[in-house]
C-alpha cells in the first residue's frame, strides 16, 4: 500500500515474537532466513494485504443497526442519541462499544478511531467506552470530548488521566488519544479546545459538511473555525461533503484532512464528496466505516465499492480512483490522515504485524487477473480467512480465536431490551 511499490505475485514476510515486521520482499526469502529458528506459515493462493483503518467510528453503535431507516442525519440522531442518549444504564456503553470493535475487527478494521460521545451523561461514560475496546485486540485512536461546562484546567487534567492509559504504546492497542472537538458556541469554545490539542500533542476532528439540508448553514460557520485556529495538520473532518472553494482550499493549506464514509454517507442521504478535487488539492484523505447505526455491516470491502462506484456513476466514466488508490485511502492514507502510519496502515519493516489473509477461493470468486482489482471489485469480508493484529491471529473465518462473541451479543440483546424498557417506562411517567 505504499506509494513506490504495488502487489507482489509472490512474496514473504517476517514476523518477530513481538509482533512487529521485521522484513518482507518480493519472490521467496533467502536460505540465511529460512535457515533461522523461524515458523514458516504457507498462504500460497491467498492474499496478504494490511488491516484495514477505519478513520471515523462510533463503536457503541453496533447495539442500534437498521434505526431510523429513513432518516437523514438529525432525524437520525433524533431517533439515537436524543431518544435513548439518557436510558443507558452502567455498562451499557463498555458492552456496545466491545461488541462493535469486534465486529469491524471480523470484518477486518484492524485499527479505528473511535469518536466517542456523551449522550447526556458523566465522565464516567469515556471510561466505559475506553474500558470496551481495551478488551478487545483491535488497535484505536481514542477520540474524547470535553465538558464545555468544565475549566480548561479540568479538561487537561482528565486528558492526562487518560493519557496515562495510552502510555503503553506500542506493545498495547491504544494507539493515541485524539479530541472529539466541538465547536459549539463562539469561535473561543473551538480556540480553547485547539489550544487544548496544542498542548496536549494530540489530533482532533470533528463532523462537518455532512448533511445536505443543512450545507449553507454549516459553511457559514468555516469564518469562526478559520478565527478559531481549527483548520490546521491536527484536524480531520468527518464527512466534509459539502465544500466551497475556499474551505478546501484553506484546509488543504493547513494540512487538514477528511475522513470519507461512503456506506454511512450513502445510508443518511448525505451526499458524495468530489475525492479527486480533493485529492488535487492536496487535502489529506483517508476512509471510515463510520458507527453500525449509519454503516449497518461494517465491511470495509462494501465501504471501498459503494465508494468507488458512485464516484464512477456520478462521473459517468471510470478515469478517476483506481482500485489500488481506493486500498490505499482505507489502509495507509487513512493512518497518515490520523498520524498514526509509523505503527499501522501499510506492510513496511518496523510497523505492526496487522494484515489480512484474504482467501480469493472461499468463497470462489475465480482467477485472478489484477490483485488490487480483484480485492476491490471481487471479493468481500467472506473472503477474509484470518485477521492478525501483532503477529496474532485474532479471528479465523469470521469468528474471534480466543474470545466467545456470543455471551457478549447476548448480553447487548438484554440490555438494549431493558434500555427499551426503560425509556417506555420515562415515557409513560
Ligand atoms: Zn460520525
Known amino acids: 500500500m505504499t506509494e513506490n511499490t504495488s502487489a507482489y505475485e509472490e512474496g514473504w514476510m517476517l514476523v518477530s515474537d513481538d509482533g512487529y515486521i521485521t522484513d518482507l520482499g518480493e519472490g521467496s526469502p533467502s536460505e540465511n532466513i529460512l535457515a533461522g529458528e523461524i515458523e514458516v506459515v504457507s498462504l500460497e493462493g491467498k492474499i496478504l494485504m494490511p488491516g484495514f483503518v477505519s478513520g471515523h467510528s462510533h463503536l457503541w453503535q453496533s447495539a442500534f443497526r437498521g434505526i431510523a431507516p429513513d432518516g437523514e442525519l438529525w432525524p437520525w440522531l433524533d431517533a439515537i442519541h436524543r431518544t435513548y442518549g439518557s436510558d443507558f444504564a452502567t455498562g451499557d456503553m463498555k458492552a456496545f462499544t466491545a461488541h462493535g470493535a469486534w465486529d469491524q475487527l471480523c470484518h477486518g478494521v484492524t485499527t479505528t478511531y473511535n469518536h466517542t460521545h456523551w449522550l447526556d451523561h458523566d465522565y464516567a461514560i469515556f471510561v466505559e467506552q475506553l474500558d470496551g475496546e481495551m478488551d478487545v485486540p483491535q488497535r484505536f485512536v481514542f477520540s474524547s470530548c470535553v465538558d464545555l461546562a468544565e475549566e480548561p484546567s479540568v479538561w487537561k487534567q482528565r486528558f492526562v488521566d487518560l493519557m496515562a492509559e495510552s502510555k503503553q504504546v506500542p506493545t498495547k492497542n491504544f494507539l493515541s488519544l485524539a479530541l472529539n472537538l466541538r465547536p459549539y458556541g463562539p469561535p473561543s469554545v473551538a ?239
Not at 448533511?211 to 473555525?225: F, T
Not at 475522513?259 to 475525492?275: A, F, T, V
Request: with cysteine; hydrophobic share 40%; proline share 5%.
Open 191 to 429: 480556540a480553547a479546545q485547539v489550544e487544548l490539542a496544542e498542548a496536549l500533542d494530540i489530533n482532533y476532528q470533528l463532523h462537518y459538511l455532512e448533511q445536505s439540508g443543512r450545507q449553507e448553514m454549516d459553511r457559514s460557520a468555516w469564518p469562526g473555525y478559520r478565527e478559531a485556529g481549527v483548520p490546521s495538520g491536527r484536524a480531520t473532518f468527518a464527512h466534509f461533503i459539502h465544500v466551497d472553494d475556499t474551505i478546501l482550499s484553506e484546509s488543504a493549506e493547513a494540512g487538514a484532512g477528511m475522513i470519507w464514509n461512503p456506506l454511512s454517507n450513502g445510508r443518511l442521504g448525505s451526499g458524495l464528496p468530489d475525492i479527486s478535487t480533493y485529492l488535487e488539492s492536496g487535502l489529506k484523505v483517508g476512509m471510515g466505516v463510520d458507527g453500525q447505526a449509519s454503516a449497518d455491516i461494517s465491511d470495509p470491502f462494501e465501504n471501498l465499492r459503494m465508494g468507488l462506484y458512485a464516484l464512477r456513476m456520478r462521473d459517468e466514466n471510470s478515469d478517476g480512483l483506481q482500485p489500488i488508490d481506493i486500498l490505499r485511502l482505507h489502509t495507509i492514507q487513512t493512518a497518515k490522515t490520523l498520524g498514526v502510519d509509523a505503527f499501522v496502515g501499510s506492510l513496511e519493516e518496523g510497523k505492526f504485524a496487522d494484515f489480512l489473509v484474504v482467501d480469493p477461493q472461499s468463497p470462489i470468486t475465480g482467477p485472478i487477473w489484477d490483485i488490487p482489482a480483484h480485492l476491490v471489485f471481487s471479493c468481500s469480508s467472506a473472503n477474509i480467512e484470518s485477521v492478525y493484529v501483532g503477529g496474532a491471529k485474532v479471528v479465523s473465518s469470521g469468528e474471534p480465536v480466543d474470545f466467545d462473541l456470543l455471551p457478549l451479543a447476548k448480553e447487548v440483546e438484554e440490555r438494549i431490551s431493558e434500555m427499551r424498557k426503560r425509556h417506555a417506562s420515562t415515557q409513560a411517567e
